[in-house]
Every structure is written in C-alpha cells, then in structure tokens.
C-alpha cells in the first residue's frame, strides 16, 4: 500500500492520549506524521526544562501548557491532523465523555495509579474502545526486553512490565520514545484494519 | 484444577480459588496489576471475591511507574 492511501484511511480516524509527557508527546507526534486524523490530547501539566530529556518540547515552549505547546509541534509537522487539546486531570468520571467517539486510547500517564485508573475506567465504562498502555521503561540498555503483548481486542501492553522509574533510574529518551512508538504502530495496526 | 495464566497453563489446588487465593498461591509479589478472567476486567475491588474456575483463561498485565 502506498503512504498516500495510508494517510487517506488513517485521516478517517480519531485517536485519544492520555497524557501528554515522554510516551503521549512522542507517540502523538508518530500518529501526526503517519496521518492520523484528529488526536484528542489531555494532560493538565506544563512544559518544565526537565522534560527535555525526553519528551518532544522545545526550551522556548517552557512555561506552556504541554497540550498547547505540542499542538504547536504537531502543526509544524503535519498541519492536517486536527489536535483537540484539554487541559484537564483525568478522572474516572470524564474519561468517558473525553474520549467519546475515540477508535483507540492511548495510555501515556507516568503514575502506576493512573493507570490503573484509566485501565479499570476504559475497561468497564467505555468497554469496546481499544486502550493500549504502556508499562516498564526505565533506565538504559536491555532494548530486546520491551515488548508489545496483546492481552485481547481491546487491552494492549508496550514495555517490558519490569523496571520502574526511580532517581536512580530515570526514564531517558531512547526507552521512553522506542515504547512511545510501539505504542503508536499499535494504534496504526488496529486502525489499518478497521474498515470506514 | 488446570487454568491458562498468560498463556501457559498453570497447575493449582482446589476446584475453585479467589483472585487473592491465586495470588498467594503463586507468590506474586507485584502489587499493581490488572487482571481479566475470560476477557471480563476484574476491578482490584473483587479480588476477594471474583472466582477462579477450572479451564478459565486468566490473563494479568504489571504497571510499572514511568512515562
């Protein structure tokens, strides 16, 4: 298939990220640039320098909201992918309403309970909505140990479901961006076979 | 009773077991998970009672900080 049907059947579909940090920004921008149409986008925090390690902002865009900031990017990168942004926390009440009308949702939150949350909420108040989540990131090396597993339809996993970030592990660009991307070739994957 | 447990088939006493027996039982030690028997998700509060039977497909995924 050529990229230009590729773009044409992915412009069709709207894709929801939860988060906007190292996993949302990097895999949004993945989502942007292979074509996807609209990307719903939340995520309450703002860009600090600290992020740069990882996440896809730039020193000038410190102080913004990072929503604002990466629709910014995304329309340097490709214009045509509509971003929804809201600068909200996500709650177990909203997440329906959010990502209403969303093909997929993406995790990228940074806390274990987040996700959890959204798991729990996805799963049982909007349950024919694939999530695809992220887990186990941190630090350096070991790249063969991230993995995607597909639990069923409608439950992904990106990571290696084992190292937890700490001071003393930190997450750095290479892991953070390689599981931000499985991510979005999951996204990609399900919607190149969804027909519309 | 014989289940499957992320695809591989697992060897457990009983006919029957909690989700919190199973966990003690194979020693799990992670504190987050998520878990779905059959592909129905089971929220951390059922573990106590949400029921294991013979042949059920149980599927568990960890969450690990960081993104």
């Known amino acids: ?196 | 009773m014989k289940i499957t447990l992320n695809n591989r088939i697992e060897e457990l006493a009983g006919d029957i077991m909690t989700v919190s027996e199973m966990l003690d039982a194979k020693k799990f030690t992670f504190k987050m998970r998520i878990i779905k028997i059959n592909g129905v998700f089971i929220p951390k509060d059922k573990y106590k009672t949400a029921l294991i039977h013979e042949g059920d497909n149980v599927q568990m995924l960890y969450l690990m900080s960081g993104g």
Not at chain 1, 130 to 147: D, E, F, I, Y
Request: proline content about 4%; glycine content about 10%; overall charge negative.
């Open chain 1, 1 to 196: 298939m050529k990229f230009s049907e590729i773009r044409e059947h992915l412009s069709k579909f709207k894709v929801g990220i939860a988060g906007a940090g190292g996993l949302g920004s990097n895999c949004a921008v993945a989502l942007a640039r292979t074509g996807v149409g609209t990307i719903v986008l939340c995520d309450y925090d703002i860009v600090d320098i600290s992020n740069l390690n990882r996440q896809y902002y730039f020193t000038e865009q410190a102080g913004m909201f990072k929503t604002e900031a990466l629709r910014d990017n995304i329309a340097g990168i490709n214009p045509d992918t509509v971003i929804i942004a809201h600068n909200i926390e996500l709650t177990t009440q909203n997440i329906p309403e959010i990502f209403a009308g969303c093909d997929v949702i993406v995790e990228a939150f940074d806390r274990k309970e987040m996700k959890e949350m959204i798991a729990e909420t996805v799963q049982s108040k909007i349950p024919g909505i694939p999530l695809v989540m992220g887990s186990g990131l941190a630090g350096w090396g070991n790249t063969g140990s991230l993995k995607c597993r597909r639990i069923d339809n409608t439950l992904f996993v990106c990571g290696d479901e084992e190292t937890e970030v700490s001071d003393e592990l930190p997450p750095l660009a290479p892991r953070v961006g390689i599981v931000a991307n499985m991510q979005a070739d999951i996204v990609v994957e399900l919607l190149m076979k969804t027909k519309r």
